[in-house]
């Protein structure tokens, strides 16, 4: 059975930082490419970033360019996603998500709140 255990979400203040983690098990985590995407109230979930496989390449969508970092580490069956200069605009249920051309996973979501 596959699972995604997402864990580091939370409260945090603009202009703060929080690292988010997804821990996969029961596949090959090597072979999926990895990739957070965010869902805000009232509206749709949306890419926020990926990594390949090997972890070569990443992709992140412009909002965040320059303040996320998606990450892997493929002998802990994880990927992060650091997450610093937070905005109000940031809040969201984060979702990690594996995928490769054949199946596509989710995490449980994870709230990230940024707020004074």
């Known amino acids: 059975q596959v699972q995604l255990v997402q864990s580091g979400g939370g409260l945090v203040q603009p202009g703060g930082s929080l690292r988010l983690s997804c821990a996969a098990s029961?596949?090959?985590?090597?072979?999926?490419?990895m990739s957070w995407y965010r869902q805000a109230p009232g509206k749709e979930r949306v890419f926020v970033a990926a990594?390949?496989?090997?972890?070569?390449?990443?992709n992140y969508e412009d909002s965040v360019k320059g303040r996320f970092t998606i990450s892997r580490d493929n002998a802990k069956n994880t990927v992060y996603l650091q997450m610093n200069s937070l905005k109000p605009e940031d809040t969201a249920v984060y979702y990690c998500?594996?995928?490769?051309?054949?199946?596509?996973?989710w995490g449980q979501g994870t709230q990230v709140t940024v707020s004074s």
């Open positions: 990594i390949s496989s090997s972890g070569g390449r990443t």
């Open positions: 029961g596949l090959t985590f090597s072979r999926y490419a």
């Open positions: 998500n594996a995928f490769d051309s054949n199946s596509d996973y």
